[in-house]
């Protein structure tokens, strides 16, 4: 069995700070998408400002381990 690595002191729907900075212009649009996701168990959402798919914490956090990607939404202190 893999290791687990250990989550990050942040709720799973706020995304690492300097991965989408509170001043970002459409933060509460991304943030709505992540939710939106988050809640229903998805394993990511487009990203309104890029049009990427970007992976949600939820998605993140079942995997045990951080990829070392810098994922904005990396639940994991390994990637905070």
Do not use: K, W
Not at 20 to 29: I, S
């Amino acid at each position: 069995m893999e290791p687990v690595d250990e989550r990050a002191p942040r709720e799973l729907t706020e995304p690492h700070p300097s991965r989408l900075p509170l001043d970002h212009p459409r933060r509460a649009q991304i943030l709505a998408a992540h939710d939106a996701a988050f809640e229903a168990g998805e394993a990511g959402y487009l990203d309104p400002d890029t049009g990427l798919f970007v992976l949600t914490a939820g998605f993140l956090a079942r995997r045990g381990t951080c990829c070392g990607r810098g994922c904005r939404h990396c639940p994991y202190t390994n990637g905070a």
